[in-house]
């Protein structure tokens, strides 16, 4: 007979979780196709980017966070990434693997079948502030603005990956946070 803490233990060993891969330079393409092979569950965030060569233009798609992929995987396939050829490691915490909220790879895959909206607004967005997406498929992602590009493109910092992410985002749908002006230690 099964017992509670048995039921419970059973359910966490066959949870699965999204981690952050990161991979050798350059790799992210060889690591999923190896991932496949080897059954593992992964999503690997692709862009279409032109570009230009001395004689030519082409489009190519590259990786949205550079040597980085997501895997979903149960705790005992925590080993079998990491043996794949350009794995390196996962992204931790304390020394320990830190799950991606599975609502984060969801606004990942929405965003990047997103078409792009036109809209402009006159807010005054300063590098620094904390932002936070007030509308699209990314509501309520929260990052730091790092780079303002024109009127349309801002470079945020996602905080779960660690890494800049130049988004193609209305700035209509961005509210601040705090500003980096604000006073940190404002009563």
Request: charge should be positive; include cysteine; aromatic fraction near 8%.
């Amino acid at each position: 007979m099964l017992s509670q803490s048995n039921i419970n233990l059973i359910v966490t060993k066959n949870k699965r979780l999204w981690y952050a891969v990161y991979c050798k330079s350059r790799n992210e393409k060889k690591v999923s196709k190896l991932l496949v092979e080897n059954g593992i569950d992964h999503f690997l965030p692709l862009v279409k980017t032109l570009k230009q060569w001395s004689d030519r233009k082409k489009w190519v798609e590259e990786p949205l966070f550079k040597s980085y992929l997501f895997v979903n995987i149960t705790p005992g396939q925590y080993y079998d990434v990491l043996n794949i050829p350009g794995a390196i490691r996962y992204i931790t915490f304390e020394g320990k693997a830190v799950a991606v909220p599975e609502k984060q790879i969801l606004a990942i895959k929405l965003f990047l079948n997103e078409e792009e909206d036109k809209t402009i607004t006159v807010d005054k967005f300063q590098v620094g502030d904390k932002i936070e997406i007030m509308k699209g498929s990314l509501v309520g992602l929260q990052g730091n603005l790092v780079k303002i590009h024109g009127k349309q493109k801002v470079k945020i910092e996602i905080e779960s990956v660690g890494q800049s992410l130049i988004l193609t985002i209305p700035k209509a749908h961005l509210k601040i946070i705090k500003s980096r002006n604000q006073s940190k230690h404002r009563i």
